[in-house]
């Protein structure tokens, strides 16, 4: 039976070369960064050349780029290493109501521990207000923290637009974007964006698991959140994850050379897919900017008639699709394609054994029979079109069917 991945959201397979380079490292270049013979030597050059990497993607320099291992930690690092740091000056933070777990549950830690926290509210889509970022900016803002890109239902946040917003009417607040999911989709320049503090991970982008980066904006101050023999400055201790590091920069690399090249075939699976998906009836997409839910082929239609080029998959991320079956429970769905060898989610990888309602469904209002049977898709380089259109012909078989056993 082949085997069909659309769980790129969750982790990525590991580009072949990455694999490679990394057995290299692990097995001839094994020596400690930190030692000062030849081995070391070998080993902190992977570090540096990583990070000129890093640099060279993000606009910034080397002395910017700090690993982790992952981006839990690095939003972590970021969201606790700020607030500690800026707490003298106000305990204000602003963050948005679907961020990612690693964001909302260190928020609510921070809120145990004396800090304010606004959590900005979405549109329908799953994008925040300007406006209301604005009105909750004061005085005591220390930190604003807002998604790159969202995992669950791929709306974009207008991450340049606030960030100028933020450094004009709070000049000596940091901004902190989670770009875990919209680097390697897209071009992040942190210093142009005025974002002081971005978390990346490794893991969703071709490399290995257990590695991420954080990138420390110049005089940006933050406190470690953790302590040891002083590596990466103080700021984060600990032996570098070196294979880790120089497999995540290379697939950085990889996925960087060939950007506007896969993003366009991304958008134009998305499109294809969401356009033929519709069609069965009874499923709508969420987080669209133009057509909103269409659910019904008729809807299909009319947009057709309204724009020949069909769906707009454009304000969107390239790789991610967020269906609602009516009817339908998203872990029985799941199951079903999974028989055939299709692997998707339902929902973020990240939250799927709670109970709790997911917070970017609950955000965008979608109606309350409909969140226990929403899955997500999420494409990859890898992904193709005689993919989807498996995945697609399973859909047509099974809904009908699953719909008969669904419980009135």
Do not use: W
């Amino acid at each position: 039976m082949k085997e069909i991945y659309l769980d790129n959201s969750a982790t990525t397979r590991v580009f072949p070369e990455v694999a490679s380079l990394m057995t290299k490292v692990m097995t001839e270049d094994y020596g400690n960064p930190s030692s000062m013979h030849h081995m070391g030597v070998e080993a902190e050059k992977h570090l540096r050349e990583s990070s000129g990497i890093f640099a060279g993607l993000l606009g910034c320099s080397e002395k910017n780029i700090y690993y982790t291992s992952g981006g839990t930690e690095s939003d972590n690092m970021a969201i606790i290493g700020a607030a500690q740091a800026l707490k003298r000056r106000g305990n204000h933070i602003i963050t948005t109501s679907i961020e990612h777990p690693a964001v909302l549950n260190t928020c609510k830690y921070l809120e145990e521990n004396g800090f304010k926290v606004t959590y900005l509210k979405t549109d329908n889509t799953g994008r925040i207000s300007l406006d209301e970022l604005e009105s909750a900016l004061n005085q005591d803002t220390v930190l604003v923290s807002i998604m790159h890109t969202n995992n669950e239902i791929g709306s974009l946040q207008p991450v340049e637009d606030a960030g100028r917003l933020i450094k004009e009417k709070c000049p000596e607040c940091y901004f902190h974007v989670d770009a875990v999911q919209g680097f390697g989709k897209a071009s992040i320049n942190p210093v142009k964006t005025k974002i002081d503090l971005l978390s990346a991970s490794s893991h969703k982008i071709h490399g290995p698991k257990g590695c991420g980066l954080l990138y420390v904006g110049d005089g940006v101050r933050i406190v470690p959140i953790n302590y040891g023999g002083g590596q990466q400055k103080g700021l984060r201790s600990g032996t570098e994850n070196v294979p880790g590091i120089a497999g995540m920069a290379l697939a950085a690399k990889m996925l960087y050379e060939n950007l506007d090249t896969d993003v366009t075939k991304l958008y134009e699976l998305k499109k294809y897919f969401i356009e033929n998906v519709l069609a069965i009836g009874g499923v709508s997409v969420n987080g669209l900017l133009n057509q909103g839910n269409l659910s019904e082929q008729s809807d299909l239609a009319q947009a057709h008639e309204k724009d020949e080029a069909g769906v707009d998959v454009t304000g969107t991320a390239p790789h991610i699709i967020s269906l609602s079956v009516k009817d339908v429970r998203a872990e029985v769905l799941l199951h079903a394609l999974e028989d055939k060898g299709i692997y998707v989610s339902a929902g973020s990888a990240c939250s799927t054994h709670k109970r709790t309602p997911s917070a970017p469904l609950t955000s965008i209002g979608l109606d309350k029979s409909l969140l226990e049977s929403t899955i997500r898709i999420s494409m990859s380089v890898f992904t193709t079109k005689e993919e989807l259109d498996f995945t697609l012909d399973t859909l047509r078989q099974n809904i009908p069917l699953l719909r008969k056993f669904t419980r009135k």
